[in-house]
């Protein structure tokens, strides 16, 4: 039976190096005392916060969005491939 055993993979644990727990938690105390004491703004909602997350969390998005290169239409697709089927239909039946 030990033969056969499968032994889980050891969990994934990644630790910061470099961050400073206890100052991050104090900026974000102070930052909300001033809002309730109404020193900054409230927060507001908006989904172009949530949109511009997906693309920076992505490489391949963010560079096509550097290069600025549109991707191809559907529309554009379609006519090529309806060409290539017209041009393998025309050369079976030897119309070309």
């Not at 644990?13 to 109404?38: P, T």
């Not at 409230?42 to 549109?70: C, N, Q, V, Y």
């Amino acid at each position: 039976m030990g033969m056969f055993a499968m032994r889980k993979p050891r969990g994934f644990h990644h630790s910061y190096i470099y961050v400073d727990e206890r100052k991050e938690k104090l900026a974000k105390m102070e930052e909300d005392a001033k809002r309730e004491l109404g020193m900054l703004p409230e927060k507001e909602f908006s989904p172009e916060d949530i949109r511009g997350k997906f693309i920076e969390g992505t490489t391949h998005l963010k560079r096509r969005k550097e290069s600025g290169r549109r991707p191809v239409h559907l529309g554009v697709i379609l006519v090529v491939v309806a060409l290539l089927i017209y041009l393998w239909y025309a050369i079976t039946n030897g119309i070309i």
